[in-house]
């Protein structure tokens, strides 16, 4: 089993940060490629918010550039999305996912999303 575990969702107001932060659990975790966050505001459909490969390399939605910063420790199995001068419209929930994610040396992979941290921004 995987767990894809979320944290630093909240409550803030216009112009303030909130960093958020997911670890892939698993009894063994051998590799994983690329890890992202969504959104999802309520009634509407999941939107890339940003990615990062197991290389580094990271690429945004458009609403997202020059205000989020995400980034990965891969020895810890965690990837982190930076949040800076947040606005209301950044308002909804937020989920991790993570791609091939490898289990054993079979090959056994995974890939899914964990579940949702609230961020709200008020104005």
């Known amino acids: 089993q995987v767990q894809l575990v979320v944290s630093g969702g909240g409550l803030v107001q216009a112009g303030d940060s909130l960093r958020l932060s997911c670890e892939v659990v698993?009894?063994?975790?051998?590799?994983?490629?690329?890890m992202g966050w969504l959104r999802q505001v309520s009634g509407g459909q999941p939107e890339l918010v940003a990615r990062?490969?197991?290389?580094?390399?990271?690429n945004y939605a458009d609403s997202a550039k020059d205000r989020f910063t995400v980034s990965r420790d891969n020895a810890k199995n965690t990837v982190y999305l930076q949040m800076n001068s947040l606005k209301p419209e950044d308002t909804a929930v937020y989920y991790c996912?993570?791609?091939?994610?490898?289990?054993?040396?079979?090959?056994?992979?995974?890939?899914?999303w964990g579940q949702g941290t609230q961020v709200t921004v008020s104005s």
């Open positions: 996912s993570a791609d091939d994610v490898r289990l054993d040396s079979a090959g056994t992979t995974w890939s899914g």
């Open positions: 698993s009894k063994r975790i051998i590799s994983i490629g690329d």
């Open positions: 990062i490969t197991n290389y580094g390399s990271a």
